[in-house]
């Protein structure tokens, strides 16, 4: 469970990126964020892991405050929050399997991911996170070689070795073309059914959101406006 208790961000600059949001987001729901440009739904999903930091309220996750959380204790609740970006975050020269294999830094001490030494286990499950979308045949490509849908879809693979309990994806189809869109929206809709993985995902286009959430959640100047199952979703909202 995610809670929003009164959660406001100022940016430094004086500009409201949240203005006292109250939510609750249950486990194992598809949750989409609508909203225009500037809207807040960034600074929404970034706060929920701490990208970004909150002005004010607090944060809380699986009955753990990460608002307050320090040290060992954030780096656990981290552990649990898988990300998603619209431009991929990969490292573009390394391999796909390496990339997800990132996932698993948390788990291990620094100097062993540094040196790349995962356990076998860990490359297990970065192969069938791969396989599970689909992708396994190019886990010895170099990330960039791979076309946008597919890098999107390594990112996936990435929060699945991660063991995440929740996905954040900001703009994930952003900068992608409506085939492929579909499939990496596909992707995320059947990871979230097999594994109950919690989904929070910004879009900014209404009939997609309303296609894939089980809740959407609408966003105007940094306020909640908008929050409920998807057939009481309308145009105007
Ligand atoms: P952060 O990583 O904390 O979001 P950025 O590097 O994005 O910080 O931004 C640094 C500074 O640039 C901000 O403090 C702000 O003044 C300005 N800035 C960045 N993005 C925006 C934006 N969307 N609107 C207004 N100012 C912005
Ligand atoms: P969205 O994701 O819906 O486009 P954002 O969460 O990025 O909205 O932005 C919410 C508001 O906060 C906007 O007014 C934006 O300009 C502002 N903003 C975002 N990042 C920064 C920043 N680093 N510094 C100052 N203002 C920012």
């Given amino acids: 469970m995610i809670e929003f208790k009164n959660v406001s961000k100022v940016y430094p600059n004086g500009t409201i990126g949240l203005n006292d949001i109250n939510l609750t987001i249950e486990p194992g729901e598809f949750v989409v964020i609508v909203g225009l440009s500037g809207a807040g739904k960034s600074t929404l999903l970034r706060s929920i ?16 405050s990460i608002t307050k959380a320090a040290g060992k204790e954030l780096l656990k609740i981290r ?5 998603i970006f619209q431009n991929f975050n990969l490292v573009k ?3 796909v399997l390496k990339n997800v294999l990132s996932g698993r830094v948390g788990y291990h001490s620094t100097l062993r991911t540094v040196l790349g030494m995962f356990p076998k286990e860990d490359i297990d499950l970065s192969l069938r996170a ?32 991660q063991e995440a309990k929740i996905i954040l994806a900001d703009e994930p189809v952003a900068s992608l073309d409506p085939l492929t869109t579909v499939q990496v929206m596909d992707d995320l809709q059947r990871i979230n059914r097999e594994l109950g993985i919690t989904t929070i995902v910004n879009l900014h286009f209404i009939d997609l959101a309303r296609q894939y959430a089980t809740r959407i959640i609408g966003l105007r100047a940094g306020e909640v406006v908008f929050d409920g199952p998807v057939s009481d979703a309308t145009d105007e909202k």
């Fill in 49 to 64: 892991n701490r990208l970004h930091e909150i002005t004010d309220g607090e944060i809380v996750i699986h009955g753990q």
């Fill in 79 to 83: 552990r649990d929050i898988g990300m």
């Fill in 93 to 95: 020269r390394s391999s």
């Fill in 130 to 161: 791969l396989e599970r979308v689909n992708i396994l045949e190019k886990a010895y490509s170099r990330a960039d070689e791979l076309s946008g849908g597919q890098q999107q879809r390594v990112s996936i693979a990435r929060a699945l070795a």
